[in-house]
């Protein structure tokens, strides 16, 4: 995570800032983002698929900052909005290396990609091939990848499981939806079909998972072959690398990851006289999620049915993934030295729902009081991205920190943002 070090003073500084002083100057809630980490992280990822495209997914947090950190240390960008595809673009992200998801894109989606000149265009419905045609318009060009359900069930939680039939995402290939897609895309002349592309789910610390979808696609490679002689030259296997979030937990292990898909794609190439395709991963959470910490200020702490509530500033509206997924993080106090020692505490947000809870077995001074700092390890990823405007709380900002210094990134929301959307009766 977050290279954190702690102070001689019991503080914690991320990026050589001390995250009281981050409190201090920005208030709490706060989100800070070591810059090094995601360049870091971004690097690893580069390193490892020398021979990939390594694209990351924007959903997990996008910032104009981030756009510029991904695009200058060489990893192209994974957009699911008009809204993602425009902050990136706009912000110097070059369009061809951008890549458009969706289940359901919107008109707007589809005339800015068209429009931008996105790299590739994911097809997750039948009824875009024809859209998408129409918006590059008669002489244009748009590669597109078809996205295909491998029947491979992964993931965290039954929420961000993807591979499997009988969830939203991609074509499948059992009922044969996805090879009439493929031969509906080859029949368009404005659009060039330069692969497949599967996305098995999220917070996945296996390898096994991965090579089974893997065989799955270059089966269903060589059957496109067979079928309209054509030998897609890339193959897109989406993202969903797991990391941990407690000291302990599992996470996926990147080098083997790597290792091991290109050694099955080479094996299973040659064993169906394909040519080995391009590969793509689109990595979102492995990237930003270790580099950012959440920082909370206590405001209550109270005991009740036989347990010690610490109740911080901040809560499900800007990180709903315990609401959500039922995971669970580790907060640890900062800011003060306590000579106290530590006992279990269920650390909860402000928002009026039981189920706002960020650890049931936090494990914090018995001192613990008003005031204090907690720091929540492991919050870059799907927090501010899902953060909400429940109870007008207000969304918190991000700070970025290197080399000693702190900058804001994304301005705090404040009340008279929202006073502000709202014109009257
Ligand atoms: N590619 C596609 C097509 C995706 O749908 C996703 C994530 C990714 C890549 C990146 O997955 P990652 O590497 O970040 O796991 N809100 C949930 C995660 C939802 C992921 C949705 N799709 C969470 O907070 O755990």
Known sequence: PASTARLPNGGLAVGGVSLAEVAQRFDTPVYVLDEGE????????????????????????????MARWVREEGLGLDVCSAGELELA????????????????????????????????????????????????????????LVRVVPGVEAGGHEKVRTGTEGQKFGLSATDGSAQRAVARVLGQPQLELTGLHCHIGSQ????????????????????????????????????????AYRPGEP???????????????????????????????????????????????VLAVKHSGGKVFVAVDGGMSDNPRPALYGVR?????????????????TV???????GDVLAVDAELPEDVRPGDLLAVPVAGA???????????????PVVAVHGGTARVLVRRETLEDFRGRDIGA
């Open 204 to 243: 996945i610390t296996g390898v096994d998972a991965y090579l089974a979808a893997l065989g799955r696609m270059v089966e269903l490679m060589a059957a496109v072959r067979d079928a309209h002689g054509v030998a897609l030259p890339e193959l897109d296997l989406g993202g969903g690398h797991g990391i």
């Open 329 to 345: 993080y580790a907060p640890r106090l900062i800011g003060r030295r306590s000579p106290a020692a530590s006992r279990t505490a």
């Open 382 to 396: 799907y927090q501010l991205s899902m953060a909400s405007g429940y109870n007008m709380v207000g969304r918190p």
């Open 348 to 354: 909860v947000g402000r928002h009026c729902e039981a």
């Open 89 to 144: 673009v706009t912000s110097g992200f070059p369009p061809e290396r951008v890549v458009l998801h969706g289940n359901a894109k919107s008109p707007r989606d589809i005339a800015s990609a068209a429009r931008l000149g996105v790299g590739r265009i994911v097809i997750d419905s039948p009824s875009e091939i024809a859209r998408i045609a129409a918006a590059v318009g008669p002489g244009g060009h748009q590669r597109v």
């Open 251 to 297: 996470a996926l292990d990147l080098t083997s990851l790597a290792r091991e898909l290109r050694t099955a794609l080479a094996d299973r190439c040659a064993a169906a006289g394909l040519p080995v395709p391009r590969l793509a991963v689109e990595p979102g959470r492995a990237i930003v999620g270790p580099a950012g910490v959440a920082v909370y200020r």
């Open 38 to 65: 995601v360049r870091g992280r971004c690097r690893t990822y580069r390193a490892a698929f020398p021979e990939a495209d390594v694209l990351y997914a924007a959903k997990a947090f996008l910032s104009r900052a």
